[in-house]
């Protein structure tokens, strides 16, 4: 029936409700009659949104198609400070449920056709007497289109107990602001040919409703009637696991990322072999390069130095780069972000078993391969690869790291 609707007509019904949502930012919202969850995984990318909840009667078809509300891979491997939980029930709307109440916005997209009329009333009394959102839109057919549908006998769908003109629709959401303390815009999606827009209207009416009186909720019973099928959170910062996870896989990708440039430019690969150990507080003798700054920023470059530390264990000698704090700080922008500076950084990162810091905690070990010991630790210089901090007595190297 749609064909002749460019998007198709649920599409524009969907993306009103998302136009709404930019423009008023709700933080609590709920689609009775949420189907197959077509509009629900659309408003879940409002990033506004926090609480989203689905209702639907047939709790089947919430369960064939409540898999497509589930976290994104990107969600779990970039999550930001945005908080998202959804939650779907199986209930039906002429039901009370103290769990739908406070929210900012509930739809009810082409439902109210699909029930009887004493079920209607129902509703209104449910969701504008008991949940009382702040907004709630509603769309149905208007019937008054019907005669632009080619072949149409009837109601568009078998399962419709009744289809509204317009004039009816306006009684309908007129009484129920008089009855609930709401006003009401009405308008629609669907245009007709222009010359016939004024006779027929929209093929779905819309009414948009808002509560008046912004006095307190009057205490309701606590009535919980609705069966939950589904519920999610998603991945944020917010939380404490999250927030850790991500900054120390950040922590460790540059880190690693910075002693492949450093090491790259000073021994002219990865094997690590310099000839001597380079004590903490040796650390005044580090060789220095430049590296591009990651960001762009505008071709700007960040100095940073890195040093070679060894340590020995049961006869073995561990060779780590040594990688400030302050330089993993000032590369990579999403490091400080989250931390916000570099004590912060510090102190995120102290008890992270996959991280190693220096003794004084201001910078990390990144540890390079194994080494034998005669080969680190001999004393013959002249076998030393001419890399050993010969910065100190060369001119300082200019890096064009492009990382
Ligand atoms: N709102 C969805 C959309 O825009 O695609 C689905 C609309 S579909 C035409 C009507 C939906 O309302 C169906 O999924 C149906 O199961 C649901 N429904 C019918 N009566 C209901 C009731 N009393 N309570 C909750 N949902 C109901």
């Known amino acids: 029936m749609n064909p002749m609707f460019t998007p198709p007509l ?18 609590k919202v709920a689609d009775l009659g949420c189907g197959e969850c077509k509009l629900l995984k659309q408003l879940r990318f409002q990033r506004n949104i926090e609480l989203l909840v ?29 908080q998202l939980h959804i939650d779907l029930y199986q209930g039906s709307v002429t039901q009370r449920d103290a769990r739908l109440r406070g929210f900012d916005l509930m739809t009810s997209i082409e439902l109210i056709e699909h029930l009887t009329l004493p079920d209607l009333e129902l509703f209104s009394s449910v969701v504008f007497g008991y949940m009382r959102p702040a907004s709630v839109i509603v769309s149905t057919p208007n019937s008054e289109f019907n005669k632009l549908f080619p072949g149409l006998t009837g109601f568009r769908h078998s399962d419709h107990k009744f289809e509204w003109n317009r004039s009816e629709f306006r009684s309908w959401a007129l009484k129920v602001c008089l009855d609930y303390g709401y006003e009401v815009e009405i308008t629609g999606v669907g245009e007709a040919p222009q010359e016939q827009q004024e006779s027929v209207g929209f093929c779905s009416q819309i009414g948009v409703f808002q509560r008046l009186n912004v006095s307190p909720d009057r205490d309701e019973e606590e009535v919980f009637s609705y069966t939950l099928v589904y519920s999610v959170n998603y991945p944020t910062l917010r939380d404490n696991n999250t927030f850790t996870r991500v900054l120390v896989s950040e922590v460790l990708f540059w880190a690693e990322r910075l002693k492949n440039r450093w090491m790259e430019e000073t021994t002219g690969g990865t094997n690590c072999v310099l000839p001597h150990s380079q004590t903490e507080q040796q650390k005044p003798s580090a060789c220095t390069d430049r590296l591009g700054c990651p960001g762009g920023g505008g071709g700007e470059e960040l100095t940073v130095s890195l040093w070679i530390n060894d340590q020995e264990e049961s006869g073995i000698v561990n060779r780590f780069v040594v990688v400030p704090l302050a330089a993993l700080w000032s590369f990579c922008p999403k490091i400080a972000e989250l931390s916000g500076n570099v004590s912060n950084l510090r102190r995120f990162l102290m008890d992270q078993p996959q991280v190693k810091l220096s003794q004084d905690g201001s910078a990390l070990l990144v540890k390079c391969e194994a080494q034998e010991p005669e080969q680190i630790n001999s004393d013959d210089e002249e076998d030393a690869p001419a890399v050993q901090c010969s910065h100190q007595t060369e001119p300082e190297e200019d890096w064009e790291a492009k990382i």
Do not use: C, E, N, W
Not at 10 to 27: A, E, G, T, W, Y
Not at 58 to 80: C, E, F, N, V, Y
């Open 10 to 27: 649920h599409s524009q019904r969907h993306q009103f409700v998302i136009d709404f949502v930019r423009k008023k930012q709700p933080k």
């Open 54 to 82: 689905g209702v639907d009667i047939t709790g089947a078809k919430i369960k064939k198609h409540m898999h497509r509300l589930a976290p994104l891979s990107t969600d779990h491997l970039q999550p930001t400070f945005d």
